[in-house]
């Protein structure tokens, strides 16, 4: 197709795409899926090579949200009969966060329900990341605590935090639509807050919530413009007990697209299938690899996932490798712009991540290509090949055979293990 060629090679030159071209990723047919996969996998394996980064969340403080986001299970009236608790004490969260770097994990996001943090508040997550710190100094720590207030973006910088998360969601224009105790505005204040703090910004969406295509194409642009170092694309979790209960409109092909539209946009920043990824990928999971470079390992916040062993059984099986902590996220002409920037950020659960959530993605006006940080520049040949033939042959009748209109709404699972828990955490 000419335009995947064209997006193609405009990844390859971290050009940006244009509005157009953008949706028509998104209009693509199933007969096209598998060569959109491939032309956003030669995408991703130009700068991050066959690494894939293993995320791991914490939710600090879970339930009673006094903001009514409309796809959140933490939301204030939320019905969802999900954990709710207050913090947790450094201990337990280091304990928590262990677990998960046991599994593979390079980076711990901590989470906490509510509209923002309290100076207080500031001062527990200061307290719980020495403690993760203190146990393996390497972890890359994100915070995702909701809308920031003056200095204390700075203030958990100087505490040891790499990152902070918080998403936009979805299209300023619909924003008003699915929550009304902040805007929109507030969100991306507060991701320009900590990336002005020199923390490695990271802002995403949420899809599956009813929107357009126009305006997911204006979610991820307007992501791109913000320039953060990672994008979680979140799939909604239509929890019961919430207003987006009965949204179930996403397919496996539909995720795929979407994902491939934000490597063609973003396509030197990481890339995380955050959120959902079991729940509406199923099967297809590992054609999700070839396209975002970062996932989460184990369970959500409030929800949970397939079994951490089956995450790197999938990595492995689908010729990927878990990224070690020696190596540099991003690629090096992003790294070298923020100081060496880790490059990723939490990005957690679409139905449940309250005000915090996600990541973003920038461009830069240069052209000039390197390959990817903490590997080598892949040969292109050989991989095309790999991914337009035996690697996707066992995809390509799955694919053809899924219904458009096809929803299991029987996989939604209430996190009853892991932090806030006597139950060990899946990682």
């Known amino acids: 197709m000419d335009l995947l060629d064209t997006l193609t090679d405009k990844g390859l030159r971290r050009e940006l795409p244009t509005r157009e071209e953008a949706l028509a990723v998104l209009a693509t047919t199933d007969d096209d899926l598998l060569d959109v996969v491939a032309a956003a996998g030669r995408v991703r394996r ?9 995320n791991y969340l914490v939710n600090l403080k879970s339930g009673l949200c006094p903001e009514d986001c409309s796809y959140c299970s933490q939301r204030l009236g939320s019905k969802a009969e999900i954990l709710k608790y207050t913090w947790l004490k450094p201990d337990q969260a280091a304990e928590a966060a262990a677990a998960g770097v046991a599994g593979g994990a390079k980076r711990v996001c901590l989470v906490a329900s509510g509209r923002g943090p309290t100076d207080r508040d500031i001062d527990r997550v200061a307290d719980t990341i020495a403690a993760i710190k203190g146990a393996d100094e390497q972890v890359e720590v994100c915070a995702c605590l909701g809308l920031l207030s003056d200095n204390q973006a700075e ?32 969100r991306v204040d507060t991701v320009t807050k900590a990336h002005g703090a020199g923390l490695s910004a990271c802002s995403g969406l949420i899809a599956g919530m009813g929107e357009s295509d126009e305006d997911l194409v204006d979610v991820v642009f307007a992501l791109r413009e913000l320039d953060p170092d990672s994008v979680p694309v979140n799939f909604l979790i239509p929890f019961e ?4 209960a009965e949204e179930w409109n996403l397919t496996p092909q539909r995720c795929l697209r979407i ?3 934000v490597r063609f946009v973003c396509p030197d920043i990481e890339v995380r299938i955050a959120g959902g990824r079991e729940v509406h990928l199923r099967s297809m999971q590992p054609l999700g690899l070839h396209i975002a470079n970062s996932i989460f390992l184990g369970d959500y916040l409030t929800s949970e996932g397939q079994a951490g062993q089956a995450d790197l059984d999938m990595i492995k099986d689908a010729g990927f490798e ?5 190596q540099t996220t991003l690629p090096r002409h992003r790294a070298a712009a923020t100081g060496g920037g880790c490059g990723s950020v939490c990005g957690g659960e ?11 993605c920038g461009g830069h006006e240069e052209t000039t290509a390197c390959g990817p940080c903490g590997g080598h520049a892949p040969e292109q040949a050989a991989d095309d090949a790999a991914l337009n033939g035996a690697t996707l042959d066992g995809a390509a009748s799955e694919a053809s055979q899924a219904s458009d209109d096809e929803a299991r709404t029987d996989l939604v699972r209430v996190r009853r293990r892991g932090a806030g828990t006597e139950l060990a955490p899946n990682a």
């Open 259 to 261: 994902l491939a539209m």
């Open 350 to 360: 679409s139905a449940e991540a309250g005000c915090g959530g996600g990541s973003g």
């Open 155 to 186: 203030r958990l910088k100087a505490a040891g935090a790499d990152a902070y998360n918080h998403n936009l969601n979805t299209s300023e224009s619909t924003y008003g639509d699915i929550t009304t105790t902040h805007t929109y505005a507030d």
């Open 46 to 54: 130009q700068w991050f090579g066959r690494r894939v980064k293993l």
């Open 241 to 244: 007990g919430t207003p987006l």
């Open 322 to 326: 878990v990224e070690g902590a020696e």
